[in-house]
């Protein structure tokens, strides 16, 4: 599904699919000029590679098909119970834990 890339006039940039639902599969469907980013898909809150929405002061959320996992740490290790083995090699999350809880 293509999106459309809109900038508001404050810079901040959205994509939106053909029913107007914040969409994008090749990186964040919002990114605010603040540094904050939102990855949707089909105006869901998605992503399997990191958390789907991060904040300017640097916090982080984990959604997987608009449901919410968590913060930060509890976020993550909650999406990480439900990778199978195989998936959680794929996607090297190991990386993403020292990235995204600070090793713990």
């Not at 459309?4 to 994509?15: L, P, S, V």
């Not at 990114?31 to 869901?44: F, M, P």
């Amino acid at each position: 599904m293509e999106s459309t890339m809109t900038t508001d006039g404050y810079g901040n940039k959205c994509w939106r699919n053909a029913a107007g639902k914040r969409h994008r599969s090749d990186g964040p469907a919002v990114e605010r000029t603040d540094g904050t980013k939102e990855w949707c898909l089909n105006g869901q809150h998605h992503r399997t590679d990191g958390p789907a929405v991060e904040w300017a002061g640097g916090s982080t959320e984990w959604w997987v098909d608009d449901e919410w996992l968590g913060n930060g740490a509890e976020g993550f290790w909650t999406f990480w119970d439900r990778l199978s083995g195989q998936q959680r090699m794929d996607l090297n999350v190991q990386l993403w834990a020292a990235k995204y809880t600070g090793g713990n």
